[in-house]
């Protein structure tokens, strides 16, 4: 098994939770439980966490 750096980690966790955020809304807002605030919040740390990834590529 090869090793990946912390680096590699932090990054595919970061791409991770971008993506279950996003299709935590959806699902949610499919399902008429979220609010309007809440999915505003949900999807706003999930652009923060996909700029992270974005910012520490070099």
């Given at each position: 098994?090869?090793?990946?750096?912390?680096?590699?980690?932090?990054?595919?966790?970061?791409?991770?939770?971008?993506?279950?955020?996003?299709?935590?809304?959806?699902?949610?807002?499919?399902?008429?439980?979220?609010?309007?605030q809440?999915?505003?919040?949900?999807?706003g740390?999930?652009?923060?966490?996909?700029?992270?990834?974005?910012?520490?590529?070099?």
């Open positions: 098994m090869e090793k990946k750096s912390v680096r590699e980690i932090v990054s595919l966790v970061l791409k991770a939770l971008t993506l279950a955020m996003g299709v935590a809304v959806v699902v949610l807002s499919c399902l008429d439980i979220l609010e309007a809440t999915a505003i919040t949900l999807l740390i999930g652009l923060a966490c996909a700029g992270i990834s974005m910012l520490e590529k070099k």
